[in-house]
């Protein structure tokens, strides 16, 4: 077996191997696709090595270096990381098979700038999912919201830039005005910003302080999306459709929530947090986002932005598991980060899809959709099923341990937001479905049906989305893997 520190050095470094060998394969696009797809699925092979590892027991760690005698850029890899990695190491295989497809058949510009920020983008991902201490966190929290930069503003036009001066702006503004102070006072109070099994912080400190310090760190991990700090989220839906999928399943959103997730766990510990009241508005404050982003999605008809406030309502729902400050409720957190992940790229797969086939962008315009792209449709089921919550997907696992998190703490306002927002995904998903496959196609202007014959996406772009449609139904039946590393996380 591989000594896991080895495959630790090389999941980190096969991303920026894979960035530069696509700057040097620029003038041959069929050599620069492969290195993408090659590395991604190395990349892919070496996280699924270090899993029994780290079931095992085995914490693999490397110091890179210090930047001042207590602050040191290092790397330790634990059970709450190792999802994470999962996450972004298999998806990144499989998004980039279908931005492959995409890119080309839509004649997109800039594909060897586009894939070298996706491979720093996932490099930075590793990072955050590697890092032994905050001051590493927040390092690689910034080269990931640099990187997706380009690849917001791919497009090139003034509504791409606004866009990207809006993500930038925002994203930078929390974390440097929020997070940052967040981690200096840790390591003020804590004495160090490693992240330790149980919390780092004292139990001595005064509550109402730890409860201003978790504002600091809620709010400056604006990759999470909690409002009012998510506007960056749907106006990023200019981007194309893969880089939407990065956005919002495989590094950045995910690396929000994962990070409020592992201050949680790791800085503050849930001893610290449950014996408190004061740190109930965190409950209030994901709740809220979680139904309020909800209704703004239902009155969308850009199908993207529709999905866009879908993430910044589902993304809340693993912060609302971690304001619960219970095992269960963690354990659902965990379950979410990788039902939301599987699901989601699912459906922004199939709104490329729509997009490169039919050139329809709008919920109205789907019409009999269904019958043109069977396939697409179908997994885009499956993803809104899973997204609303119901079995046999793995939405249903992670909303069933959030939901009993929530029960075992008496908390009615989680129970009651769980319940008004399953009814509010299913209000926003089961139209789209309907129409896909119930109603009569739309007329165009000379009286003709705008769906005639079936004619499904490239198969580059289909083998994408069946495979991760199929994940979302295998993590129902199979959730082993999440549950024993959520389990594991906290020491159970």
């Given amino acids: 077996m591989i000594d896991p520190t080895t495959l630790l050095i090389t999941a980190l470094l096969l991303p920026l191997i894979c960035a530069l060998l696509v700057g040097v394969c620029r003038n041959a696009p069929v050599l620069r696709d492969a290195v993408t797809l090659v590395t991604s699925v190395l990349l892919a092979a070496t996280v699924w090595l270090l899993l029994p590892h780290i079931l095992a027991g085995a914490r693999p760690s490397l110091l890179l270096g210090y930047i001042t005698p207590k602050l040191s850029v290092a790397f330790t890899l634990e059970p709450l990381g190792m999802v994470f990695a ?36 996932i490099f930075a991902t590793m990072g955050i999912a590697f890092a032994a201490n905050l001051t590493t966190f927040f390092i690689f929290y910034e080269i990931l919201t640099l990187s997706t930069y380009p690849l917001v ?11 990207g001066r809006k993500y930038l ?14 981690i200096v006072i840790t390591g003020q109070w804590a004495g160090t910003l490693d992240f330790v099994a149980g919390g780092s912080l004292d139990s001595n400190i005064t509550p109402i302080f730890l409860s201003g310090l978790l504002v600091l760190f809620v709010f400056g991990i604006g990759k999470a999306a909690v409002m009012p700090v998510h506007f960056w989220l749907p106006a990023a839906m200019v981007a194309p459709t893969p880089v939407s999928a990065l956005l919002h399943a495989v590094a ?30 965190l409950t209030y404050v994901a709740g809220f986002t979680i ?14 932005k529709r999905l866009a406030y879908s993430t910044v309502s589902q993304l809340s729902y693993i912060v609302l598991a971690a304001s619960l400050f219970t095992p269960a409720a963690l ?10 992940a599987v699901s989601k790229i699912t459906l922004f797969f199939a709104a490329g899809n729509i997009y490169t086939v039919a050139h329809k962008t709008e919920v109205s315009q789907l019409n009999g959709i269904g019958r043109k792209m069977p396939y697409t449709m179908g997994a885009f089921a499956m993803g809104a099923i899973a997204m609303i919550g119901l079995p046999p997907t793995a939405g249903f696992l992670g ?94």
């Fill in 86 to 121: 999962l996450v972004a190491g298999t998806l990144w295989s499989i998004s980039s098979l279908y931005a492959i497809g995409y890119m080309r058949v839509n004649k997109e510009p800039r594909l060897t700038t586009f894939f070298i920020c996706f491979a720093v983008a």
């Fill in 399 to 492: 909303k069933w341990f959030i939901l009993s998190g929530a029960a075992g703490t008496q908390n009615n306002f989680a129970i009651f937001v769980i319940i008004c927002s399953t009814l509010l995904n299913a209000a926003y998903f089961l139209p789209i479905i309907f129409r896909a496959f119930f109603m009569t196609a739309s007329l165009d202007s000379h009286g003709k049906a705008t769906v005639t014959t079936a004619e499904d996406a490239p198969i580059f772009m289909l083998i994408a989305i069946m495979a991760t449609a199929t994940l979302t139904v295998l993590m129902f039946f199979f959730p082993d893997i999440p549950l024993s590393l959520a389990r594991s996380m906290l020491g159970a």
């Fill in 291 to 304: 139904i309020f982003a909800s209704i703004i999605a239902l009155l969308q008809d850009n199908l993207k």
């Fill in 331 to 340: 354990i659902g957190a965990v379950l979410h980060i990788c039902a939301h």
């Fill in 153 to 163: 503003t791919h497009a090139g036009t003034p509504a791409a830039m606004a866009a």
């Fill in 252 to 281: 950045v959103v995910k690396a929000g929530v994962f990070g409020i997730v592992k201050v949680v766990v790791y800085i503050f510990g849930l001893g610290l947090l449950a014996r408190h009241s004061v740190f109930d508005w």
């Fill in 169 to 182: 702006g925002i994203l930078l503004a929390t974390s440097m005005g929020l997070l940052l102070p967040a």
